[in-house]
């Protein structure tokens, strides 16, 4: 299934990666010295990567020099503006000074047109062994993660070979393919943003960079808008482990001009065995007509070398085309990546790229308000009207003659200052460049305008732009604009363009939403028709649990069950609920196995029929869903799905008490930062559930009440008021309908207080004759009741077996006084003491009934009363309580036939249990309204006051031994030291000043 062939590119991916966590705990391991798998590099790792690259380039790459020195005469010069005289040596025809040439710097080339009179380029060029590539390692940049990877070579080199060594030597496709290739073009020399229109252009930059994995590509140079491209990459940056190598998620490439690059001689390698790393440093600097520095914030340079220096020659431009035309290719070596042109302010020059591009059938976005071409090209675009050829009958788009003055006019503002033409031949000029201008107005579609002064997000008119300019299935439209997790695009772009009804690609799109977390588009597909009772299947959920990020919290949790598995089943997620609830469930998660799933595959080899049950749906799928996200932690998609279940109030509890026990897991693990996020998402549920009881409570109170009564198959039967109080939802128990139900189920059809039920029990005719009863609850009156049922009711009554409770204890206190007082003798065992012991009995056998009803009892209500009493019973203070008294009482009857003689002892036990037996009349009063909220703040306050005592120890000890010490410096060791020295300070608190014991300390220190 596609979804089995999804997880496992995932699960390639997963091992690739490394989250900051990991990441974290690889360095700290690395400087311990501790090897703990193999993500840790060798040393030989990158040096068989730089082997690699040398070879590569060593054997398909080389560069161009210019090997014939040939001074230029100062009318030369002055037709090249670009070209400066040097005060020492003329330069040659190629730019470079005679010291630069290769021949100089290499005496075995020889040049046979050194003395030549006239230079020409096909003589005086010449392509050489490339000797300039490796790393670059900026020393004004601290930020950087890693060194830049760059190469120099010849704009004659094929771009297959170019796009081999991107490849195979630098590994740029490690570790995700590009989803996207952004060239940025324009704005070359003292463009710069505003503050506003930075962080907006930035923003929308990273955004479609993260989203899509995309490279950019741009000139490379630390100036204009290559410099603001570098910048927001830095704000960027991120850093991920590919196999062994540390990679950084945003690709940035500068495609510069080798003859304009500052410092370039840093970048040449002496030996012709590259860099490793090659320092460089930037001069912030940038004069007119000179060469400008590398940005710091590119990952990869390509610098092309045409044989000349310090001008630019068109040959990178078309390089950079021709590059980026090659990334985009379907076939013969292209990478079939989409790309997207994106034009920022620009010169003629870049006027002239974009019509290539438009040619190409390459988007092309134009940011509005950024000035010269960019603002030329939108009000082009803005301004032309579709007129109908009379001859074609083709539709074509034209400018208006008034618009075309206008643009003609802001070509000549733009660009004529900058021609040192005569004016006739500048107008002539810009009439052609009025043409482009046209002619890229008839690829309107292929152009999308983004103004960044209104704040537009540069990520979405970039997604537009691909989605206008490629011709691609929708389907594929649609994974486009979830990379960009931009339903609003989908909804608008594509779902209106095309009929789509839900079908298996959309279910597939439905779970890419899902793992990813895209609550829009999981939200816009089930309103375009996908089927969530059909889609969701046994072999989805299983696939959602197992692509969450390796150090996910659920993994922590299946881990424990699945043990050495990688792959886990839903009935490793059953267990996980379990434990997570506190309870058993009763659902078809147990069927999900690796053993059955296994079974199933053999049986589909063997060719016989069995029930497809990985293709198997569920009754209610928004639940499943909904305990998936709250399992692994989606809060917002979890909040969507709980919405749309069937029980909100249930399925509301059930998280919340999930999420305490993820809290509690989390807190003695090594996520423990997960635990307060846990605890606040466990309160929001909690109080999701209150205020959807209340708002039900108020609309019809009976229905409320039928809700929070109402047993729940999956939950074993359990009720909403028992899931409470297994999650501690103290907040949904305090609500008007649960208090409401609480009081209909305490006294379970009577109308008496506890007074009158003591009464009742003591006088029966009281509640044959005088007690009224609750018609809501039993359906019937006090005279529709007979004799028989109205005690019955009277009996069966909480209330009622409360206060029999109640009354029975203070009797069996009463009675356990009076043998301790009175008929406690030794070798005799008076009526009152058996008929103690017998009691007694009768309450151990009775914890071992209720014992065997949970264990045994198949009725999921009966299973929770019996389980509630276990565990009010084994709470620390009870538990602790039963067992010492049943302990002390059945010491006291084994001492009690030891001789007369240790009767004393016997005494003292039976007194202890007696006073045991005592406090366990606390029970009684946590019930009652008013005593058991002062049992809770008493509890509180003896907490704090430990804590006080805690710290008043070391005070009382510091004083204890030097006090001992001073008054008794010589006595001799003995055991009971330690409790003198607690015991001195103890008293002295109450004051007890032991003034005997000091006068004697001091006199045997005056004897001594």
């Given amino acids: 299934m596609p979804g089995d062939r999804s997880m496992a590119s995932d699960s390639e991916r997963g091992d690739d990666d490394v989250s900051i966590r990991e990441a974290r705990c690889f360095f700290h391991r690395r400087k311990i010295g501790i090897e703990l798998d193999g993500r840790r590099p060798s040393p030989t790792d990158d040096v068989s990567q730089e082997r690699h690259e040398l070879i590569h380039i060593k054997n398909k790459l080389s560069v161009k020099e210019c090997i014939c020195y040939v001074p230029v005469s100062r009318k030369q010069a002055r037709a090249l503006p670009d070209l400066t005289l040097s005060d020492v040596e003329p330069p040659c025809h190629c730019g470079a000074i005679k010291s630069e040439h290769y021949q100089y710097n290499s005496p075995s080339i020889k040049s046979n047109s050194v003395n030549a009179s006239e230079w020409s380029e096909e003589t005086a060029i010449t392509e050489v062994p490339c000797n300039s590539f490796g790393e670059i390692e900026f020393a004004s940049d601290e930020a950087r993660a890693k060194p830049a990877k760059y190469v120099r070579l010849s704009n004659s080199t094929p771009i297959s070979d170019v796009v081999e060594m991107m490849t195979n030597g630098w590994k740029i496709l490690e570790p995700h393919r590009p989803g996207l290739v952004i060239s940025v073009i324009g704005g070359a020399k003292n463009f710069e943003f505003d503050g506003e229109s930075r962080e907006v252009f930035n923003r929308g930059l990273v955004r479609a960079a ?60 002496s030996d012709g065995g590259g860099c490793w790393p090659a320092t460089y440093h930037v001069d912030p600097v940038i004069r007119q007509g000179k060469p400008v520095s590398l940005d710091p914030n590119h990952t990869h340079f390509i610098l092309v070398d045409d044989g000349y220096s310090k001008y630019v020659q068109p040959t990178v431009a078309k390089f950079r085309a021709k590059l980026e035309q090659k990334i985009a290719a379907n076939e013969n070596g292209g990478l079939t990546v989409p790309v997207v042109v994106v034009l920022i302010e620009g010169g003629l020059d870049t006027l002239d790229a974009v019509c290539e591009y438009l040619k190409c059938q390459i988007p092309v976005v134009i940011c509005q308000g950024t000035g010269r ?197 839903l009935c490793d997620v059953k267990v996980v609920l379990e434990q997570q609830i506190g309870w058993k469930m009763d659902d078809v998660y147990a069927l999900d196995s690796e053993e059955a799933t296994q079974s199933h595959l053999d049986r589909q080899k063997k060719s016989v029929e069995s029930i497809e049950y990985n293709d198997s749906n569920f009754d209610e799928p928004f639940k499943e869903l909904f305990f998936w996200a709250v399992l692994v932690n989606r809060p917002t998609l979890a909040r969507f799905f709980w919405e749309c279940t069937e029980h909100p109030i249930m399925n509301a509890l059930v998280a919340s008490k999930i999420y305490s026990s993820m809290s509690e897991r989390a807190s003695v693990s090594a996520t423990s930062h997960l635990a307060d996020h846990f605890v606040k998402l466990a309160r929001e549920y909690e109080a999701h559930a209150k205020n959807v009881i209340d708002q039900a409570y108020e609309f019809d109170s009976d229905k409320a009440l039928l809700i929070v009564e109402m047993p729940h198959e999956q939950w074993d039967q359990l009720n909403c008021m028992q899931m409470a109080a297994l999650a501690f939802d103290k907040n949904f128990m305090a609500s008007t309908c649960s208090q409401m139900w609480l009081d209909q189920v305490w006294r379970h059809g009577i109308k008496c207080t506890e007074l009158e039920a003591v009464v009742g029990l003591l006088c029966p005719f009281y509640v044959l004759f005088r007690m009224q009863f609750d018609e809501s609850i039993i359906g019937a009156t006090r005279k529709q009741l007979s004799l028989y049922q109205r005690y019955k009711v009277f009996i069966a009554s909480p209330l009622t077996k409360f206060s029999t409770f109640t009354v029975s204890w203070i009797v069996f206190l009463t009675l356990y006084s009076y043998v301790v007082v009175f008929a406690l003798r030794p070798g005799t065992i008076y009526y009152p003491e058996m008929v103690l012991h017998i009691w007694v009995t009768s309450l ?96 509180q306050m003896i907490a704090d006051v430990i804590m006080f005592l805690i710290i008043l120890v070391v005070f009382m000890l510091a004083y204890s031994v030097c006090a001992q010490a001073l008054l008794f410096p010589d006595r001799d060791f003995y055991w009971g030291i330690f409790i003198d020295t607690f015991y001195y300070p103890y008293w002295q608190l109450y004051g007890e000043l032991s003034l005997d014991n000091t006068i004697e300390g001091n006199t045997r220190r005056l004897h001594n």
């Fill in 210 to 269: 993260h989203a899509t994995n995309a490279w950019m590509i741009t000139s490379g140079s630390n100036m204009g808008v290559m410099m603001a491209v570098g910048e927001a990459m830095k704000e960027g940056h991120t850093v991920a482990f590919g196999g062994s190598r540390m990679k950084e998620t945003l690709t940035c490439i500068g495609v510069a001009h080798w003859g304009t690059v500052k410092n370039r001689k840093d970048l040449i390698s």
């Fill in 373 to 569: 071409a960019a603002d030329i090209l939108s009000y082009a675009k803005l301004s032309c009207v579709e007129e109908i050829n009379l001859n074609t009958g083709k539709v074509c788009r034209l400018l208006p003659e008034e618009h075309r003055i206008a643009v003609m006019q802001m070509l000549t503002e733009a660009y004529s200052g900058s021609m040192k033409m005569d004016k006739q031949i500048v107008q002539e000029k810009l009439a052609e460049i009025l043409q482009r201008v046209e002619l890229c107005c008839q690829q309107d579609d292929l152009i999308t305008l983004c103004d960044i002064d209104s704040n537009e997000d540069l990520d979405v008119a970039i997604l537009t732009a691909l989605l206008d300019g490629h011709d691609t299935r929708p389907i594929d439209q649609l994974h486009l604009a979830l990379k960009w997790n931009r339903a609003d695009v989908a909804a608008e772009k594509i779902f209106t363009k095309y009929d789509m009804h839900a079908n298996v690609e959309l279910d597939e799109l439905m779970t890419e939403a899902l793992a990813t977390n895209k609550i829009d588009f999981v939200q816009l597909l089930l309103l375009r028709g996908v089927d969530i009772k059909n889609y969701l299947t046994v072999n989805r959920l299983r696939y959602l649990y197992n692509t969450c990020p390796p150090d996910s919290f659920i993994y922590d949790l299946l881990g424990s069950v699945a043990q050495k598995r990688t792959k886990y089943f």
């Fill in 844 to 939: 151990f056998i009775d914890k071992i009934r209720m014992a065997l009803i949970f264990l045994l009892s198949k009725d999921g209500e009966t299973r929770y009363l019996a389980s509630s009493l276990v565990d009010l019973f084994f709470t620390p203070f009870f538990y602790k309580l039963d067992m010492v008294l049943l302990g002390l009482h059945a010491t006291g009857c084994c001492l009690r036939w030891l001789p007369p003689e240790y009767f004393d002892v016997t005494r003292v036990v039976f007194c202890l249990a007696a006073a045991t037996a005592f406090s366990r009349l606390f029970r009684v009063y946590m019930a009652h309204p008013f005593l058991g909220p002062k049992l809770f703040v008493i509890r």
